[in-house]
């Protein structure tokens, strides 16, 4: 047995505690070859990295806020305040399903996030009314999220992937977008690129935005590790925005030292997870994870 492997197992673990409420019962999604994304698909490499997925998540949530609609669903609907850890994980928990456990599974996860959006509604500060499900800011958090998943992993994991399977990627996470309801849904970095940029003249930023933003910012788990962890993931997260939205958020530049401290992490945790139940496609009458 290797010397490292104690070691490996004892991370897997505090990492599959943080993004599963073991308490509830949960537990990593299983691999599943029967997935929704066959095991070849972009979306497998892309979903399945844990710091470059962390990194493209604050930073989509950061972009996705600084729309008001998006933002009062937040403010309105969510207990932020209290569980921004929860709300995280459930995002983490979302893709993960959809992307790699059973088929039904993965439907049943959208059809979930599906009739939840369906009852969520309010009014904006100036009165104007909102949908969660409307169709357009189903679309504007659909593109900023998977563009901040691929964006992250580009530039932390992969710097050299190819621009077809940079499509590939939008192109299958269409799937879950339009299965959620968002029109219109971009089919490749292109069509992510001029979508995002035509909703500029509706995004702003205030006190709201301001608040939720620094909630997200200075989320910290765990332990002195996990602080260090996080610490990067948070100012990478605000790096990774474009220019304009970072600068709308006030939000610093990572310095060099964090960016390098990011690739290493996920470089690490790359190394931690090789050969683990975690990235292993599981036989189909295997349901139970294992612990």
Not at 11 to 20: S, T
Not at 51 to 70: F, N, R, Y
Not at 85 to 113: C, E, M, N, P
Not at 206 to 233: F, H, K, N, P, W
């Amino acid at each position: 047995m290797s010397p490292f492997k104690p070691v490996k197992v004892t991370i897997r673990r505090r990492i599959n505690e943080l993004f599963n409420d073991y308490e509830r019962g949960e537990r990593p999604a299983l691999r599943r070859a029967d997935a929704l994304f066959p095991t070849d698909a972009v979306a497998w490499r892309v979903n399945g990295d844990i710091v470059t997925m962390m990194i493209g998540g604050v930073s989509g949530l950061l972009l996705q806020m600084l729309h008001p609609a998006v933002l009062a669903g937040v403010w309105d609907h969510s207990d932020f305040r209290a569980d921004m850890h929860g709300r995280l994980r459930r995002t983490a928990k979302f893709i993960a399903v959809t992307t790699f456990d059973h088929a039904s599974a993965g439907q049943a996860a959208i059809d979930r996030v599906k009739s939840i959006h369906r009852k969520l509604g309010g009014t904006l500060p100036d009165g104007t009314p909102y949908k969660v499900d409307d169709p357009s800011l189903l679309a504007w958090v659909h593109v900023t999220e998977i563009k901040s998943f691929l964006d992250a992993w580009v530039r932390y994991q992969d710097r050299d992937m190819s621009a077809a399977d940079q499509d590939a990627y939008f192109d299958e996470m269409a799937r879950i977008g339009l299965a959620l309801g968002a029109d219109p849904v971009p089919r490749n970095r292109a069509e992510a690129e001029a979508l995002i940029q035509s909703m500029r003249p509706q995004l702003k930023a205030d006190a709201r935005t301001r608040e939720v933003a620094a909630l997200v910012m200075g989320q910290r788990i765990g332990g002195a590790a996990e602080g260090v962890a996080a610490s990067l993931v948070m100012a990478c997260g605000a790096d990774l925005l474009p220019d304009w939205a970072r600068q709308m958020h006030g939000l610093p530049a990572a310095l060099p030292a964090q960016r390098f401290g990011a690739r290493s992490l996920a470089r690490t945790l790359d190394w931690v997870y090789q050969g683990s139940p975690n990235r292993k496609v599981w036989p189909d009458d295997t349901t139970v994870w294992p612990e």
